[in-house]
């Protein structure tokens, strides 16, 4: 594989690192199978592997990644401050950027047990909680719970209350492989701790979700409804056990229902609605899409902060509207932009005998049904956020991007949209084998529970329940040889 460093240039001021003009691309020679983005795919290992812009884009657009790149992972303050382009932060919040969540570009990670008998552990910042009680509100998928409303928030601004705390306890599942080696996995447990508006409601939903890492997510969107469909379609007529079926949601941008595929219910159809949904809910940044604080009626100090309107001025949140947002829509563009041109990392050793050893294992226990290897990109469906030269790509993300049953160990019993309560959408598998080296760890799965690809396979049931048996009957080589094939996508 060709060594990035040779052919990266620093952007100063941002300490962003860029391929030039001169990098090598797919068609220079490199091994097709290398190229899991097309002619988007660069050549990166390492700390900036998810950093990337796509390798082919013009030089207007490269300026206009950098741009949105700093928007992207500076901080934003609070209301009142003498900078008028970056403040609005919170009332409530649970991080000061969209880089804070997803450190890198990276996947996050579940916060460290400081103490396992009270749950204690560091911040939680990568690992949000939604919550939601029983019905169904046609535009947000989820009836909000009464005083806290769709999502839990630790942190606040001055003069208003943390909504409370997150307490992490663990139960061990112990199972064993056919050739009698013992595995042991850890299912988190939560608990909503310090509660600053009261109880919640007695039918209170809670679900975790670990920010994802973005590389590549521009591709996903550019996959079309129709293979989406197909893909369903496919499995339906197989007749087996793995039906996927696709989500249908609200999308904010497009004022309609459409499919989803991002989140990890895919209960978010663009990285338009995905990234002003984030600002609001999590850093409290309100824009043209989502314009209300989320500030419940019962939390009176939310209500009353300022809200920010970037002008300089201040209002109380109450009012804020679509009038006055906090972050403006070229800005808002701009930041969807830079996620949708993050370019997917090429292929580590794709010729290795123990990865294509791996590669049959993995088709040989059925994963490439869900695991869906690759498509044929039909462009953005919001071209305004995107670029012309996601259209037409050959990509290899292993993914369906539809929902599955994924058995009752990996239930969080809370639905969302069309998604149940056992649902969880295929989660593309490129540039696994990177997040190790970008983010200092491997935790897997929706909530991170999952210590490397092994255990995140281990936790399948359900329609995967056959896969997982697969695997279990494979020997100690097998399973490293399977492992070592998903860690090089």
Not at 268 to 296: W, Y
Not at 374 to 394: A, D, I, N, W
Request: hydrophobic content about 35%.
């Amino acid at each position: 594989m060709k060594k990035s460093i040779q052919h990266l240039a620093v952007v100063m001021g941002l300490g962003l690192v860029v391929p030039v003009s001169g990098a090598p691309t797919p068609e220079m020679g490199a091994a097709a199978s290398e190229a899991v983005g097309g002619k988007t795919t660069v050549y990166a290992t390492g700390k900036n592997a998810f950093s990337f812009p796509l390798a082919n884009l013009t030089d207007a657009e490269r300026t206009r990644f950098v741009i949105g790149n700093s928007f992207f992972k500076r901080n934003w303050v609070e209301a009142g401050a003498s900078t008028t382009a970056r403040d609005g932060l919170g009332p409530h919040f649970i991080a000061r950027s969209c880089g804070g969540c997803h450190v890198m570009d990276g996947r996050g990670a579940p916060p460290k047990i400081t103490n396992k008998l009270t749950g204690e552990h560091g911040p939680t910042v990568e690992l949000l909680i939604r919550l939601s009680i029983p019905g169904h509100d046609p535009k947000a998928g989820v009836m909000a719970e009464p005083t806290y409303g769709d999502q839990f928030n630790n942190a606040a601004v001055q003069g208003v209350k943390p909504e409370g705390r997150v307490q992490i306890h663990h139960t061990t599942i112990q199972g064993r492989f056919a050739d009698g080696t013992v595995y042991t996995l850890q299912k988190p447990h939560y608990k909503l701790t310090d509660l600053g508006y009261g109880p919640l409601h007695p039918q209170t939903m809670v679900g975790p979700r670990i920010a994802p890492h973005l590389a590549g997510v521009g591709l996903l969107e550019a996959i079309s409804d129709q293979d989406i469909l197909q893909n369903a379609a496919d499995q339906k007529a197989a007749g087996g056990s793995i039906a996927g079926k696709p989500n249908r949601v609200y999308d904010a941008y497009a004022k309609s229902m459409r499919i989803g595929r991002l989140g990890w219910k895919a209960n978010v159809a663009s990285i338009v609605h995905q990234t002003a949904g984030a600002f609001n809910g999590d850093i409290g940044i309100t824009s043209r899409l989502f314009p209300k604080e989320a500030c419940m009626p019962s939390q009176a100090d939310c209500l009353a902060a300022p809200h920010g309107g970037g002008r300089g001025q201040t209002v109380p949140a109450r009012q804020a509207s679509s009038k006055n947002p906090e972050i403006d829509d070229k800005t808002l563009g701009d930041v969807v932009f830079y996620q949708a041109t993050l370019a997917p990392a090429a292929r580590r050793k794709p010729k290795d005998p123990k990865v294509m050893l791996g590669e049959k294992l993995f088709h040989a226990a059925q994963c490439a049904t869900c695991h869906r290897p690759s498509y044929v990109t039909t462009g953005s469906p919001f071209p305004e956020f995107g670029s012309p030269k996601l259209k037409g790509q050959r990509i290899w993300p292993y993914t369906d991007l539809l929902l599955h049953d994924m058995g009752e160990d990996l239930a969080d019993g809370r639905p969302d949209f069309e998604a149940n309560g056992r649902q969880w959408k295929t989660p593309p598998l490129w540039g696994i084998g990177l997040i190790k080296d970008v983010n200092g760890h491997q935790r897997l799965l929706h909530d991170g529970r999952a210590d490397g690809v092994l255990e995140a396979i281990l936790w399948h049931g359900g329609e995967a329940q056959a896969s997982k048996d697969s695997v279990l009957k494979m020997k100690a080589t097998e399973r490293e040889a399977l492992v070592q094939f998903v860690e090089s996508l």
